[in-house]
């Protein structure tokens, strides 16, 4: 059952391969079984012309020349068009194939995909598809050419000599034995080297994500004994592969000579005896090396083959895991409140990072959570975006439990802007717009509320922003993450540590240029206790080891000496 679902859920993308392609396949199918009749006419060519020499035949020498002319001709006008169109079949299903794919990873929620291995897909994307396009796309090209000539080969020789036919044909069936033998050994060694492929590539990811890291604490020869670890070993399956190849090849090639040096042994005799001629056991002989091809090329592109519908499967079934759940849609409005009643949530059994948490938070209001590390904050702002559905407890929005909600909806709702802001390498209107159409006056409007006006004024809105934004500032970088959340115009704005990497005149200007951002409800997480921000918040939420401590205005959490009046002393 686990097998039939996984092809299953494969399916999609072998259909996506055919999809508003199935003109350049025929095509392609087409013009491959034409060129069978041309690659067997220069077996026929060739017996022709030992006969003419044989025979001293001028005739029969001019009259085989004038066959070869135009057959030649149309050899290189049909394999010129076959190689377009298998082009053409091929470019478009790589390319609906790969949409298709990256389709269904988009459909992940966050926090699915966070918890997966980036590597593991970017082995998928690219190993895997390389693959994919060679063993499983063009070799299906090479099985239908190499079987169908293997036939017509054997059809040609029982037209020629029944007789050497028969001893042939026996004399092929140990190059098959082997080759069906080995075809199961071959997928194996290719499905070890996708697996190391996929490990090779996390461990680059790590590595050069880390690379700061690395610098910083000198650790550059333990990253290269990492790095050298994972390639030896990426290399080591390949070089496995390799050798069981070659020891495929070698024995294939050792029953290949049997074959042809058995069948020009006893046509040779045949010939002495008068029953054939010189030409027709060169016929033969050339007839036999066109049938070892295929009994060596068929098995071997079968198992690829295999080996590589198998990647398509492996990639079905990982983009089918932890996609976004469904559930009914939400106004992108919020008109009573945010409720939390009750909730208790954590990443393990029995160990709670929230307990017991009831908050209501109102339209248009701003709200800071406070307290310590590892209290429950970012993971309180993840239970509102919808990350998690194993909590206790209820989150309704507007009345509507968060866990029937469709999170796309739930998204327009709600923005998050996290501590650390990625940014394509693209131009600043590009992330701000997230490379989606706005009107123009929208787009300005959110560059004025953001603080970005200037910025764009100086480097203007196609300035390229560098990898992940390496040619902005942090401060720069936060207000172009706060435009794109004002432009998408969601009433509630989450913010997490969204200041913590800047130094505090640029955090104290992003946070209150948010806090002075009217129509939107807010919760801000932070660490930054300054009693000017303070004081514009409606109502500050104190957590202390995942319960709410205490929560009110900031005027009275002084007065009451509290644990928020411990944290504002000891930040001061």
């Not at 050899?75 to 169109?85: E, G, K, R």
């Not at 009345?399 to 709702?413: A, I």
């Not at 409800?521 to 921000?533: F, G, N």
């Not at 957590?543 to 509290?562: T, W």
């Amino acid at each position: 059952m686990k097998i039939d679902g996984k092809k299953s859920a494969a399916r999609a993308y072998f259909c996506a391969f055919y999809q508003g392609n199935h003109l350049n396949f025929a095509l392609a199918v087409l013009f491959t079984l034409l060129g069978i009749p041309v690659t067997l006419s220069v077996s026929w060519m060739l017996g022709e012309l030992l006969d003419a020499a044989a025979s001293r035949s001028m005739e029969q020498l001019v009259q085989a020349v004038k066959i070869f002319v135009p057959i030649a001709l149309f050899y290189v006008v049909l394999d010129l068009n076959t190689h377009w169109v298998k082009s053409k079949f091929i470019c478009r299903a790589l390319e609906q194939y790969k949409s298709l794919a990256f389709r269904k990873l988009s459909e992940k929620s966050i926090s699915a995909f966070s918890r997966e291995n980036t590597g593991r897909y970017l082995s998928i994307l690219t190993n895997d598809i390389s693959t994919i396009e060679t063993n499983y796309l063009e070799r299906s090209f090479r099985i239908l050419d190499n079987a169908v000539l293997f036939i017509g080969s054997i059809g040609m020789m029982l037209w020629y000599s029944p007789t050497l036919a028969v001893i042939a044909i026996v004399l092929s069936v140990l190059p098959i034995a082997v080759a069906l033998l080995t075809g199961g050994v071959l997928t194996k060694r290719e499905q070890e080297v996708s697996e190391k492929n996929e490990g090779f590539m996390a461990q680059i990811k790590d590595l050069l994500n880390g690379f700061s890291v690395i610098k910083s604490f000198k650790a550059e020869a333990a990253a290269q004994k990492q790095y050298d670890s994972a390639n030896q070993t990426v290399e080591a399956a390949k070089r496995l592969r390799r050798w069981t190849t070659g020891q495929v090849e070698t024995l294939s090639g050792l029953c290949g000579l049997i074959m042809q040096f058995g069948i020009f042994i006893i046509g040779t005799y045949l010939a002495i005896q008068g029953h054939i001629t010189g030409g027709t056991v060169a016929v033969f002989v050339n007839l036999s090396g066109t049938m070892l091809n295929a009994i060596q090329i068929v098995p071997q592109c079968w198992a690829s083959r295999k080996a590589a519908a198998g990647l398509v499967e492996k990639l079905a079934e990982v983009t089918g895991e932890n996609t976004s759940r469904s559930g009914a849609p939400i106004p992108p409005a919020l008109n009573e409140s945010i409720t939390l009643d009750h909730v208790t949530f954590g990443y393990e059994a029995n160990q709670p990072v929230l307990n017991d948490i009831s908050l209501q938070l109102e339209p248009g209001k701003k709200y800071a959570l406070v307290g310590g590390s590892g209290s429950g904050k970012s993971t309180l702002l993840n239970l509102l975006m919808g990350a998690y559905e194993d909590y206790s407890g209820s989150i309704a929005i507007d009345g509507k439990e968060l866990r029937e909600v469709d999170p796309d909806s739930l998204y327009d709702l709600m923005s998050l802007i996290g501590q650390n802001v990625f940014l394509f390498d693209d131009t600043i209107r590009s992330n701000i717009t997230m490379f989606q159409d706005f009107p123009q006056p929208l787009v300005e409007e959110s560059v004025r509320r953001s603080g970005l006006s200037e910025l764009m004024a100086q480097r203007g809105e196609n300035y390229r922003c560098g990898e992940n934004g390496v040619g902005l500032s942090g401060g720069e970088r936060q207000r172009v993450s706060i435009a794109r959340c004002l432009l998408r115009g969601t009433p509630v704005l989450l913010l997490d540590e969204a200041t913590a990497a800047l130094d505090n005149q640029t955090a104290f200007a992003v946070t209150d240029a948010i806090l002075h951002l009217n129509g939107l409800t807010r919760l801000v997480v932070t660490h930054r206790l300054d009693a000017a921000l303070m004081e514009q918040y409606d109502e500050i939420i104190v957590l202390r080891d995942g319960h709410v401590q205490e929560q009110g205005g900031f005027q009275q959490l002084m007065e009451r000496k509290g644990y928020f009046y411990s944290l504002f002393t000891l930040a001061a």
